[in-house]
DNA sequence: ATTCAAAACGAACGAGCGTTCGCTATTTAA
DNA sequence: TTAAATAGCGAACGCTCGTTCGTTTTGAAT
């Protein structure tokens, strides 16, 4: 059986990724070892999982801003004092989720090197990585995109954008394709445009995907067919 | 000269639309004529713009959710009785830009029957149609997209969102072409699902297109000639 | 069983929230 | 010019916010 990227199946994906859903919080609680005031690990553990779930599911009813610190201490049945023990302050608890998806969790996908070539192929796998991990850690991702727009302004030393990034990648790569000659297109940035709001589409609304029992695989299947029609791709 | 849809420039677009950018908070003030307690109407509709204006730029700050009317009133330079002269209440502000677009502004686009037959045509009229409608109403389509997750389940007799509504009619027309025989495509839900996605980006990202100098008729035509190649159309 | 950090608790604080209302200023009509 | 009606004002109300801190509870090591 082939590896990942060879075999771009999620499952070979998931494989091959040095995290998994279960390890996510201990790798968090490492991350953040210095900020987090309690040092007993299992519970430590445990209570950053309650947290950061109770954070992304009030954080999506009214945004993060419009969620208190009682609701969440309500959902979690910690108590205010408690919550202090792990968090610092409302905008850092933010902060850690933003900090830990764009350092920690978001790289360890890009570990790996593709040993592909083809712009085509890096695409492929480009594109692939990012519905995967959008579908392994979805809550982050959508957390992340939600929030970034009332972060940016808060801190300008930060990226201003996942997006200015993302795009850039994904033009460089369409143009390096065209001037290798197995693609056509027109309006690179553009292109790469589309494709990123395809990406995203994928983690923000997730309820109408499942809602038509649309998985990880089917998606990234009809994204990578996509880039091909939109790009032209000579042999596919 | 051909009028609109047959000429499909942004250009055309406007000519033939029943209302335009300076007449938007005349329309507003009457509309909403019962609840707004000021009735000289040349101070209401100027302050009513500004008041407007400023919710539209604090809201995408950090949610509207978030903003205060404290917010709003030292921005708009009215004071918070002031305010309330056309108001109601905050929840009920934001009722009225979403009310007003949905049932007052979009509806206008729609008024003129296209007299095409074809879909893919049909296809196109509605696609260009989203993106002028963007342009010209940028924030109030920003606004209500952002603002709708977090009234969805405040109001549930609402609409439950535009996403179910606008797919499924994009999906109907692709089906339709389908069937036709003018198009083929393997998966109408999730090639709806991606031009809405692209529909929705060009009002989400205004920033970004703004900064590649891309305006509605770059957009709107990318946007076709990618429909397109989704759909591989075969008259075109 | 006892000890004692570690961790969780929750009342209390000042600030800021949405909303109200009595008052003043402005406009209109006679 | 005057009187009435309209529109704008901003202090005040009750409430909830993020945050703090003295106290109580917990749990591991002795």
């Not at 947290?51 to 309500?74: N, P, Q, V, W, Y």
């Not at 049945?77 to 610092?88: H, K």
């Not at 996509?226 to 000579?234: N, S």
Request: with cysteine; glycine share 4%; proline share 3%.
């Amino acid at each position: 059986m082939q590896a990942w990227p060879v075999d771009n199946s999620f499952q070979a994906f998931k494989r091959q990724l040095p995290i998994c859903r279960n390890s996510v919080y201990s790798e968090f609680y490492d991350f953040f070892r210095d900020v987090i005031k309690v040092k007993r690990e299992s519970a430590a553990i445990k209570n950053l999982e309650t947290i950061c779930t109770a954070t992304f599911e009030l954080a999506s009813k009214h945004g993060f801003d419009a969620m208190s610190l009682r609701d969440l201490s309500r959902s979690t049945g910690i108590s205010m004092g408690g919550l202090y023990n792990y968090i610092g302050s409302k905008d850092e608890l933010a902060q850690m989720v933003n900090d830990f998806l764009s350092r920690r969790l978001a790289p360890m996908a890009a570990l790996n090197n593709p040993k592909q070539d083809k712009p085509r192929d890096l695409l492929e796998t480009l594109l692939r990585t990012a519905i995967y991990m959008g579908s392994l850690f979805r809550p982050w991702y959508r957390f992340v995109y939600m929030e970034s727009k009332t972060m940016a302004r808060k801190q300008r030393d930060q990226a201003k954008s996942f997006d200015l990034y993302d795009t850039q990648r994904l033009r460089e790569l369409i143009e390096a394709g065209v001037r290798a000659g197995d693609m056509d297109c027109a309006n690179p940035e553009l292109s790469a445009s589309a494709l990123l709001a395809m990406v995203q589409d994928w983690y923000l609304k997730s309820w109408k995907y499942k809602r038509n029992n649309i998985d990880p695989d089917d998606y990234a299947d009809f994204l990578v067919s996509t880039m091909d029609k939109l790009l032209a791709c000579k042999d596919q």
